[in-house]
């Protein structure tokens, strides 16, 4: 069997000078697959993110790429194969979108000052599959921020990445763009074997958008594996200390909806 | 978007203007003289002026006979000479301080991402002028390693301050954040009320000295002090360009940077080493010369774009064709002053830190009303 694309093996992190905040988490991510990260505040789900990315180093455990140490890899050659969107990203650049994309060829290219006919080639598709083309030669600062954020999508996506993850893509974006976000992320861009793991808060809206979903609390995995078997009432009960119904629309059995039982319940 | 093309007819037409400024700037100059950038030229390269030329030249023909005698062919090609000697490195340092100053300040405005900044954020003016307030108040008058005492000073006295900034900000960590900005404000205003402290215990002379010396000036002090500058302003100009490719992803974010393959504590401590000591070279040489690093990265943003691949060599060229050219006013400016006056002024060239002022500022409003969108 292949190995996983990222291996996460016993992996503790703690900040200089602050008790250890995350660990040991172990996860595997294979290629294709889209995980959704959630939990509470400060449960670790932005350093894990990161520890991911390469961005900090365990402590102890091991983070792997392709069953190679990832810390061991050059800077660039670990950016040709992870792309990483931080949740605060640049809106006010005087650059245009096209060349906000192709920033993101930067790992791809050592030597040379100008992008080749390849680099213009791979961005033009990038800003295609994000739906981003139409105003391509705009100003970054002129777009509204749910365009902004697909334009940063398709520069993560330029830098042909094997795994792409995201901090909290649809943190403030409104539900119509929170869903075009996702859809993007769950339908245009997987498909090729591209992984993802997004940070995100919503425990319903990751469902239908994920492969598998992992669950942390405190620093540690409280639980990971397929959607519905992770976010039921009773962990997230567990978890977030907030009793919930769910629900489901008779279209489709399958999925469900978390809601507060508190204001969706039966009247106390 | 720099193509190979457009970046390289721009940043051609600014070297060619650039070029066109050196090669006439022997022929300008606050003494009315009768020569032509031509003739220095010629008269530098040893190359042949034929008597015949001269003839309706005024000054040239010395016992007006209506002949130009061997004699006084001599006499204007040695006269020529002597000035061309002393314009071009002037023109040299201009273009060296000018390319500097905007070439820091365009970095410095980008690894502090923030528009206001200078080459002299971190202190740099504050601790030279202080440094030079010293050595001329104390009457230093040796020269050190080829640079006088004052510039010594001045230069010590730069990266002092520079040092201070980084070793009070330490906590911090981050060059963008605002600890590192308080710490040059208060560093600078902590170097003043020491200045007024030795101005205080100065003669009237001294302290016209220090002003003059903060307005800055591009007289050289010593014969060689131009090329003395260049060990801390060659590496400086090359390995700065060199880092466009990394600025433009620092521009967005420190992280999203990292992710990108950027090492980004090594790129801002190579950035802010290098930019210090070229600019406390200059300052230290021509004293502190204000507007250069702040405006000219802005117009040459106007001008091609925010890229750092055009940002970074428009700048520097452009600060050299900047630099000359209020070099050239404030030459002039006191020449027509003197004679609209009818009077011979206490100076023969105007400061060049006033110049750099007066016409930095109508330009780029100017720049600022056409080209933004």
Redesign the interface.
């Given at each position: 069997m292949n190995p996983p694309l990222l291996a996460l093996c016993d992996v503790c992190f703690g900040y200089p000078g602050a008790r250890q905040v995350l660990g040991p988490v172990s996860v595997e991510i294979g290629a294709g697959q889209a995980w959704g990260l959630v939990g509470p505040n400060g449960a670790g789900k932005s350093t894990l993110l990161?520890l991911m990315?390469g961005?900090l180093r365990p402590a102890r455990g091991a983070v792997r790429l392709d069953d190679q140490p990832l810390g061991a890899l050059?800077?660039?050659t670990?950016?040709q194969r992870?792309?990483?969107?931080?949740q605060?990203?640049?809106y006010d650049?005087?650059?245009?979108v096209?060349?906000v994309v192709?920033?993101?060829r930067?790992?791809h290219r050592s030597l040379g000052?100008?992008?080749s006919a390849e680099d213009h080639q791979v961005a033009e598709s990038a800003m295609e599959r994000t739906d981003t083309l139409p105003f391509a030669d705009r100003?970054l600062r002129t777009l509204s921020g749910g365009e902004a954020q697909r334009v940063h999508l398709a520069a993560a996506l330029a830098?042909e990445p094997s795994l792409l993850l995201l901090d909290e893509p649809t943190a403030s974006l409104d539900l119509g763009h929170q869903l075009a976000v996702l859809r993007l992320l769950r339908g245009r861009i997987a498909g090729d074997g591209l992984a993802t793991v997004a940070v995100t808060h919503d425990v319903n809206l990751v469902a239908p958008f994920s492969t598998h979903v992992l669950l942390l609390h405190h620093g540690r995995v409280e639980a990971a594996g397929e959607p519905r078997q992770v976010l039921t009432p009773e962990t997230v009960e567990r978890v977030y200390g907030v009793a919930v119904l769910a629900l489901s629309s008779g279209a489709r059995p399958d999925r469900r909806w978390l809601v507060p039982a508190a204001e969706f319940g039966e009247p106390a | 978007m720099p193509t190979p093309r457009n970046y390289f007819v721009r940043l051609g037409a600014c070297a060619a203007a650039l070029l066109v400024l050196l090669a006439l700037s022997p022929g300008v100059g606050t003494e009315a003289a009768a020569f032509g950038w031509w003739d220095t030229w010629r008269a530098a390269l040893n190359l042949a002026i034929e008597p015949a030329e001269l003839l309706h030249r005024p000054g040239a023909d010395l016992n007006g006979d209506g002949t130009i005698s061997q004699g006084e062919l001599a006499g204007f090609t040695a006269a020529a000479k002597s000035i061309f000697r002393r314009r071009l490195p002037r023109t040299l340092l201009a273009l060296q301080v000018g390319v500097t100053l905007a070439l820091c300040g365009a970095v410095f405005q980008v690894l502090f991402r923030n528009s206001l900044a200078t080459p002299y954020t971190l202190g740099i003016a504050s601790g030279g002028s202080l440094g030079a307030l010293v050595a001329i108040r104390w009457g230093w008058t040796a020269s050190v390693l080829g640079m006088s005492c004052v510039s010594a000073a001045a230069f010590a006295g730069g990266l002092a301050v520079v040092g201070a900034v980084f070793a009070l900000a330490r906590g911090s960590r981050r060059l963008t954040s605002n600890e590192m900005l308080l710490a040059g404000v208060t560093m600078g205003l902590f170097c003043s009320a020491l200045m007024m402290l030795v101005t205080v215990i100065s003669t009237e002379r001294e302290v016209f000295e220090i002003v003059r010396w903060m307005m800055g000036s591009l007289d050289p002090a010593l014969p060689l002090s131009g090329a003395a500058m260049l060990p801390l302003v060659l590496p400086a100009w090359v390995l700065l360009v060199f880092s466009a490719r990394a600025l433009n992803q620092y521009r967005l974010g420190d992280e999203l940077a990292a992710a990108r393959g950027v090492s980004v504590p090594q790129l801002q401590g190579v950035c802010v080493l290098l930019c210090t000591l070229a600019t406390a070279g200059v300052t230290a040489h021509c004293g502190p010369i204000g507007f250069v690093g702040l405006v000219v990265p802005h117009m040459a943003a106007l001008l091609f774009g925010s890229d750092c691949r055009m940002l970074l060599p428009a700048s520097a060229l452009l600060g050299g064709v900047f630099l000359i050219l209020c070099d050239w006013g404030a030459q002039c400016i006191m020449g027509l002053a003197g004679w609209a006056l009818e009077r011979q002024l206490a100076s023969a060239t105007l400061p060049i830190g006033v110049v750099t002022a007066l016409v930095g500022v109508p330009l780029f409003l100017l720049l600022l009303r056409t080209r933004r969108r």
């Open positions: 990161r990315a961005l050059p800077r660039r670990r950016a992870i792309a990483f969107l931080p605060h990203l640049p650049l005087d650059l245009s096209r060349e192709l920033l993101g930067f790992p000052v100008f992008e100003p830098q | -």
